[in-house]
Antibody
């Protein structure tokens, strides 16, 4: 079964760092792009960026360039989304999605809450 | 890059057909046949309903269909059912970087 399993919900304070994960299984992880999508409370979906785990080529949407870091460890078939200094406005649900199945495979989402 | 433009809401009665539009530019929707449509129920992950403009993944009802003309893509749902009530998002490949979503359309089944 093709699956993307994301790490659990996080509660952080402004200024803290965070790295959330997305583990792929059931398909060739290195052969398909993985993307990260933000959904702020009550709002729509936003593509943040994508990574090709085979060679770690990464592309960011302009709004997220410099704000987050996307990485992957192909040895453990896991992609990551990282913040160095969280802001309250980073509070959202973050989904990962795989190009496998024409971007039809999605993780369950990770809720990130940033509050003082 | 700007989000693709979708109507905020559409509605229809059971059994009717509705169409949701998704307007972009020649740098995204108009330039590539890589438009997808997603259905999202509250608290759930998005579900792929249409890819590459007019292709349905296995398991998706043939009541869902897609099309494209110039810079506008469309999703049509025929024979509306109560369970179709959800948010719908279009997404397109772009020439600049990654991909871009539409703002989303809330479908209400009356």
């Amino acid at each position: 079964e093709v699956q993307l399993v994301q790490s659990g919900a996080e509660v952080k304070k402004p200024g803290e760092s965070l790295k959330i994960s997305c583990k792929g299984s059931g398909y060739s992880f290195t052969g398909y792009w993985i993307g990260w999508v933000r959904q702020m409370p009550g709002k729509g979906l936003e593509w943040m960026g994508i990574i090709y785990p085979g060679d770690s080529e990464t592309r960011y949407s302009p709004s997220f360039q410099g704000q987050v870091t996307i990485s992957a460890d192909k040895s453990i078939t896991t992609a990551y989304l990282q913040w160095n200094s969280l802001k309250a406005s980073d509070s959202a649900i973050y989904f990962c999605a795989s190009q496998y199945g024409e971007w039809g495979c999605w993780g369950q989402g990770t809720l990130v809450t940033v509050s003082s | 890059q700007s989000a693709l433009t979708q109507p905020a809401s559409v509605s229809g009665s059971p059994g009717q057909s509705i169409t949701i539009s998704c307007t972009g530019t020649s740098s995204d929707v108009g330039g590539y046949d890589y438009v997808s449509w997603y259905q999202q129920h509250p608290g759930k992950a998005p579900k792929l309903m249409i890819y590459d403009v007019n292709n349905r993944p296995s398991g998706v009802s043939n009541r869902f269909s897609g099309s494209k003309s110039a810079n506008t893509a469309s999703l049509t749902i025929s024979g509306l059912q109560a369970e179709d009530e959800a948010d719908y998002y279009c997404s397109s490949y772009t020439s600049s970087t990654t991909r871009v979503f539409g703002g989303g359309t809330k479908l209400t089944v009356l």
